[in-house]
């Protein structure tokens, strides 16, 4: 049921689209936006942004947006301070006091895998959870450390980023950083697929058609899917040795593939990890596809929450 409780918009801003959705209090997304990523600069962006809002408040009373953006966020001022090329000239963006001078609403931004990570803890695998690292395996590697049910963000705003731990191991593309020895640049989504590529002597192709080629007998793409995981799992291992947590939240786009990956994951992770380290939980995420939106809604109805006390 619905009736009566809060709504919130959460939005996300990605390199190829920006999304945005209307979700109650209790994670329920009642209807959704999206356009594709205008190329012409952080302004652009925000003006898509804004416009997808507009469209959902047509229909919707909202109590306050939420976004999770790309790059490393300022979370008391909403300013992007640090950002890879991902979006052109997006380093620096005044997100939150843009969109509250156009929206009149209050506005929540933090990055876009702890917004992931928010939405988990609220409702999904992380829910009840003494600490969790959630890991987003997508068009990169992301990462987030929450402890006690709260996000940590670090004395720099990087508490809990995976993306450039060094790994054995060259991939076939760069990190957003431009290291191709750091995790993103071998198992990130693009990764795997540039991996094939390079393995099987043709053009990279979509993951999708990796994963397709897989599960119509391809060895060669049971391969990499297969190294990417298990090498996923020999760094966790680590990370969880540093960290600590009650659980791993698995989740993003890639880790969509399911047990193909997660499987070797899981199993690289317990023969890597010391015990008791290596008991340590590791659960695929349970918000699916809307969890940027979902995590968005939720931290901005949690902002909400905060200022009212």
Same mark, same amino acid.
């Given at each position: 049921?619905?009736?009566?409780?809060?709504?919130?918009?959460?939005?996300?801003?990605?390199?190829?689209?920006?999304?945005?959705?209307?979700?109650?209090?209790?994670?329920?997304?009642?209807?959704?936006?999206?356009?594709?990523?205008?190329?012409?600069? =952080?302004? %652009?962006?925000?003006?898509?942004?804004?416009?997808?809002?507009?469209?959902?408040?047509?229909?919707?009373?909202?109590?306050?947006?939420?976004?999770?953006?790309?790059?490393?966020?300022?979370?008391?001022?909403?300013?992007?301070?640090?950002?890879?090329?991902?979006?052109?000239?997006?380093?620096?963006?005044?997100?939150?006091?843009?969109?509250?001078?156009?929206?009149?609403?209050?506005?929540?931004?933090?990055?876009?895998?702890?917004?992931?990570?928010?939405?988990?803890?609220?409702?999904?695998?992380?829910?009840?959870?003494?600490?969790?690292?959630?890991?987003?395996?997508?068009?990169?590697?992301?990462?987030?450390?929450?402890?006690?049910?709260?996000?940590?963000?670090?004395?720099?705003?990087?508490?809990?980023?995976?993306?450039?731990?060094?790994?054995?191991?060259?991939?076939?593309?760069?990190?957003?950083?431009?290291?191709?020895?750091?995790?993103?640049?071998?198992?990130?989504?693009?990764?795997?697929?540039?991996?094939?590529?390079?393995? %099987?002597?043709?053009?990279?192709?979509?993951?999708?058609?990796?994963? %397709?080629?897989?599960?119509?007998?391809?060895?060669?793409?049971?391969?990499?899917?297969?190294?990417?995981?298990?090498?996923?799992?020999?760094?966790?291992?680590?990370?969880?040795?540093?960290?600590?947590?009650?659980?791993?939240?698995?989740?993003?786009?890639?880790?969509?593939?399911?047990?193909?990956?997660?499987?070797?994951?899981?199993?690289?992770?317990?023969?890597?990890?010391?015990?008791?380290? %290596?008991?340590?939980?590791?659960?695929?995420?349970?918000?699916?596809?809307?969890?940027?939106?979902?995590?968005?809604?939720?931290?901005?109805?949690?902002? =909400?929450?905060?200022?009212?006390?």
């Amino acid at each position: 049921m619905t009736h009566g409780q809060e709504r919130w918009i959460g939005v996300d801003i990605g390199g190829t689209k920006v999304a945005a959705a209307v979700v109650t209090s209790s994670g329920e997304v009642l209807e959704s936006v999206r356009a594709a990523t205008p190329a012409a600069g =952080r302004d %652009a962006v925000l003006d898509t942004t804004a416009a997808l809002i507009d469209q959902l408040r047509v229909t919707h009373t909202v109590d306050g947006i939420g976004v999770g953006a790309p790059g490393i966020v300022d979370r008391s001022s909403g300013r992007v301070v640090f950002a890879s090329d991902i979006l052109p000239g997006w380093m620096g963006a005044e997100v939150r006091s843009e969109l509250e001078a156009r929206m009149s609403l209050p506005v929540t931004v933090d990055n876009d895998v702890r917004v992931m990570a928010h939405g988990e803890n609220m409702i999904g695998a992380g829910h009840g959870r003494s600490s969790v690292l959630f890991v987003s395996i997508g068009t990169g590697i992301g990462g987030a450390l929450s402890i006690g049910g709260q996000l940590r963000h670090g004395a720099h705003g990087t508490a809990g980023e995976l993306a450039h731990l060094l790994v054995p191991a060259a991939g076939a593309i760069g990190c957003g950083c431009g290291r191709t020895d750091h995790l993103e640049a071998v198992a990130s989504g693009p990764a795997m697929a540039a991996e094939y590529a390079a393995r %099987a002597g043709v053009p990279v192709q979509p993951l999708q058609k990796v994963v %397709a080629l897989m599960h119509s007998g391809d060895p060669i793409a049971r391969a990499v899917i297969t190294d990417a995981g298990e090498l996923l799992g020999r760094v966790l291992a680590g990370v969880a040795t540093a960290f600590d947590p009650e659980v791993i939240v698995i989740g993003g786009g890639a880790a969509q593939i399911g047990a193909d990956l997660l499987s070797p994951l899981m199993s690289a992770f317990r023969v890597e990890a010391m015990k008791p380290i %290596a008991e340590t939980a590791i659960l695929p995420a349970r918000l699916g596809t809307d969890a940027p939106l979902v995590g968005a809604g939720l931290l901005a109805a949690a902002t =909400r929450t905060e200022v009212s006390r």
